[in-house]
């Protein structure tokens, strides 16, 4: 892709034209007239004019001297004499659909397509793409990047968080599009080699056995609407394409709910269709799946234990495909039904390998917002509230007028250093995704996306650390003792984040730009978290600075189990972003807490919520050092390398 280009991604592979562009790692779905996406049907005129984004219903309207083209890519590779004369050349075809396309794609980007990627069927050979790339000459293109639908959906799965560990396998269901086809394809360092593929081919496609099983249900023997049922499948005119298209959007309302109305052609009244009349018309379909799943895997030398992962581009209204597969592989399916998915995967391995590192890239300038500074805030709220109760209920212990001893909360002012580091983390969050609007010139350019990252959170690990040192020097002026245990507790819980805020600034830069948008979710702090942990905090120490002991007052020792329970709360929510984890962990700590929870044992709780907070810090340094260097063994090349940003 030409540096900072506009790269234009097209899915032909799909049920519907798709298509979503790449412009400076972002991606953004193009609305063709208006619509998320393009029926592909194509209407030619007398004259040879074209018409492009028809459906079935839409072609049932037209005039007879229009001829109707369902896809016009179903047209390539056809032997010359197989096509009809009076039809444009396919080629000729495909490039004004590739024209149109384009077109809205530069009206919405504002600004012209620079490169196209291609998404088409893994079926495809070397004719077929030939003609791709003669379209995209025609079109006004070089050959565009081509990309198999089976590698464009694995791609997409592994942007919604799988993980595909090098040399493994990932079995590809693409069943929205009739035959059903299945692929086998192994990870490789420039995407995926596909090892085996195989079509499951019907006699009848699955809306024609819906609606043999719809009229056998609802009309009589003699009805001559079943002996249309039954004719040569390629009589699509009448009563039949009718009664098909109304089976079509049936289909789509059983996806959201349990029974849908089918239209019969007049005078016969409608019919009732449910999930389960279209499971037992599937039913053909379902049957094959373990065998075409066991040839398959034979096909390509492998078994169940070399997939890492199952990916099923569902059919519409058959759910029970998802749990026929699960039962032949071995492995629950990701379902993907997004209309981008195939457009959106595609550019994952077009624009990876080709555009550099993209956190050098520039993000669009937003203006700032209150509710952008809110968690910054809050959390600065936070840290301070837990500093000023820890100075304004020590115990101070005088000798005339000599300060010989001070009692207070010292996790409780580590905790205050700690959040006043989140906070930093917080500011840094806002660094790479927000910029004041403002007038950019050739003297002052805008900051890189990776330069904001690096100054972000470098500030973070400097800030902080000078925040939570001041935090302890504080604490000692205001009580007029010797300030070193209060430093010691906000600097040691400080520092290790502040240790990974500077690892991070050092690496983050590097992060591909395609992942840039999840790692940005991953560095914003858990605000409420956060404010869980304080609350229990402070209800913890006020617990303990009413009375002493603390079973002499009952509406203390209640006071501090619940700032215990919200302590263990939070520590559970902090330390893991697994649901299945935290629902289990959470009750159990809160409960832990607060049973044990007594003057002797808040200093413990409130390290174990430190160290959570350490264990958050190191577990996002990580991710950020997998995705700044997904191959361990050049990490040591790569750190030592000038950064181009």
Request: net charge neutral; hydrophobic share 50%; glycine share 8%.
């Amino acid at each position: 892709m030409p540096s900072g280009g506009t790269v234009l991604s097209i899915d032909l592979s799909s049920s519907a034209i798709a298509a979503t562009v790449s412009r400076h790692g972002l991606k953004i779905p193009i609305l063709i007239d208006g619509r998320l996406v393009m029926p592909p049907g194509a209407a030619i005129g007398p004259a040879g004019e074209i018409y492009l984004g028809l459906d079935a219903t839409a072609a049932m309207s037209l005039p007879a001297d229009h001829r109707f083209v369902g896809n016009p890519a179903d047209l390539l590779g056809r032997p010359t004499n197989s096509v009809d004369a009076a039809q444009p050349d396919p080629v000729d075809l495909l490039a004004t659909v590739l024209r149109h396309v384009t077109h809205h794609a530069a009206v919405h980007t504002n600004g012209p397509i620079t490169a196209l990627t291609v998404t088409v069927p893994s079926s495809w050979g070397p004719r077929r793409c030939g003609h791709v790339n003669e379209a995209a000459t025609r079109a006004g293109f070089p050959p565009p990047a081509l990309v198999t639908a089976p590698a464009a959906l694995a791609a997409y799965a592994t942007m919604l968080g799988g993980t595909v560990p090098a040399g493994s396998c990932v079995l590809v269901c693409q069943a929205d599009r009739e035959p059903a086809t299945l692929t086998v394809l192994q990870t490789a360092t420039d995407g995926y080699r596909e090892l085996a593929t195989r079509q499951i081919s019907l006699d009848q496609g699955l809306d024609h056995l819906i609606a043999q099983r719809v009229v056998a249900m609802a009309t009589i023997d003699a009805d001559p609407l079943q002996a249309a049922m039954t004719a040569a499948r390629s009589d699509e005119t009448g009563d039949r394409r009718i009664l098909l298209e109304s089976v079509r959007a049936a289909r789509s309302l059983l996806a959201s709910q349990d029974q849908a109305a089918i239209l019969l052609p007049a005078p016969r009244p409608p019919a009732v269709i449910t999930r389960h009349d279209v499971t037992a018309a599937a039913q053909p379909l379902l049957d094959q799946i373990p065998g075409a799943v066991n040839g398959l895997l034979d096909a390509a030398d492998v078994d169940t234990t070399h997939l890492a992962g199952v990916v099923l581009r569902p059919a519409l209204g058959v759910p029970v495909l998802a749990e026929a597969l699960t039962a032949a592989a071995g492995k629950t399916p990701t379902l993907i039904d997004h209309p981008h998915a195939l457009a959106d995967g595609a550019l994952c391995l077009t624009t990876t390998h080709q555009s550099g590192p993209a956190a050098a890239a520039q993000l669009p300038r937003v203006r700032l917002r209150i509710s952008d500074l809110t968690g910054a805030l809050l959390l600065g709220a936070c840290s301070l509230v837990l500093l000023l109760q820890a100075v304004f209920t020590a115990y101070i212990s005088t000798y005339s007028t000599w300060v010989v001893g001070v009692r207070t909360s010292l996790p409780q002012l580590g905790a205050a250093g700690a959040l006043v580091m989140l906070a930093a983390f917080a500011v840094a969050h806002l660094a790479p995704t927000t910029w004041l609007a403002g007038t950019t010139t050739a003297s002052t350019p805008e900051p890189t996306t990776g330069s904001l990252i690096r100054r972000g959170y470098l500030t973070t690990a400097v800030g902080g650390t000078i925040t939570a040192a001041l935090y302890g020097l504080a604490t000692g002026t205001a009580v007029e003792y010797d300030y070193t245990p209060y430093l010691t507790w906000t600097l040691g819980a400080a520092l290790p984040l502040a240790a990974c805020a500077a690892l991070i600034a050092a690496t983050a830069p590097r992060i591909p730009a395609d992942a840039l948008p999840t790692w940005l979710a991953m560095t914003r702090p858990a605000i409420t978290h956060a404010i869980t942990a304080t609350a229990g905090i402070y209800l913890m120490r006020a617990a303990l600075t009413l009375t002493t002991p603390i079973s002499t007052n009952t509406i203390a020792a209640i006071a501090g189990s619940i700032g215990a329970a919200l302590l263990g709360i939070a520590t559970a929510l902090t330390i893991s972003r697994s649901r299945t984890i935290r629902a289990i962990t959470a009750p159990g700590l809160a409960i832990g807490y607060a049973l044990v929870f007594t003057v002797d044992t808040t200093g413990a709780l409130i390290v174990g919520y430190l160290a959570a907070l350490t264990w958050w810090a190191i577990r996002l340094t990580a991710h950020t050092l997998r995705l700044a260097f997904p191959q361990p063994g050049t990490a040591l090349r790569r750190l030592t390398k000038p950064s181009s940003d």
